[in-house]
């Protein structure tokens, strides 16, 4: 939670990982099920990428690019499946 506090205090507007979780599930320290997600999309309003796959980046040792991200095609939904795209 110390890591997700400071990021937001950074103004970022997105997070993420390749995983489908951003802490251990289930959490060993509390009954509180994923706290991160709590913080950052409902009290922070900061987006969370799931399952980002950054494997052919790192492959090509590429630590640096373009990040674009498009939006959904559909409305009121609170999970959807878009496929970013990074440009180096």
Known sequence: ???AH???EQGIIAFGGDTWASEVYPNPK???EFPVNQ????KKGI???ELIDSRPLVKDKVWEFLFVLGQPL???S??????PVAIY
């Open 6 to 8: 400071w990021l937001a």
């Open 47 to 49: 987006y969370n990428l």
């Open 74 to 76: 559909y409305v009121g």
């Open 39 to 42: 913080l950052m999309l409902t």
């Open 30 to 32: 509390s009954k509180e």
């Open 1 to 3: 939670m110390e890591a």
């Open 78 to 83: 609170t999970q959807v499946n878009i496929n």
